[in-house]
């Protein structure tokens, strides 16, 4: 068994309260910020090495992202907001984006 090198995955979202429009003035004393940090222990086993990034980056966060829209949407619930319902996210697309940037940059390099 080799050793493979640890992989992040980030996904950050951002908005606006209701009511409220980008480039417009807000009263910033009203907003409240929400970190979250979430993570898995994956054990891949036997896969192709080719198949390890898609792993990590499309089904590893694939698995993880609703209990962390659970925990934002709870949190902020409990705090007395209207729970933040954060969008799904299409690891998929996200990641196909990524491979086509990389080669954008190496063709211009």
Known sequence: MHEQTPMRVHVITGGFPPGAAAGHDMDYARLRLLELVYGGVFTLGE????????????????????????????????????????????????????????????GTA
Not at 62 to 88: D, M, S, W
């Open 47 to 106: 896969i192709p090495q080719e198949a390890v990034g898609p792993m990590l980056l499309i089904e590893c966060p694939r698995l993880l992202f609703p209990f962390a829209r659970a925990v934002v949407a709870n949190t902020t619930r409990e705090a007395g907001f209207p729970p933040l319902q954060i969008a799904p996210v299409d690891f998929a697309t996200l990641y196909r984006q990524q491979l086509a940037q990389a080669g954008d940059q190496v």
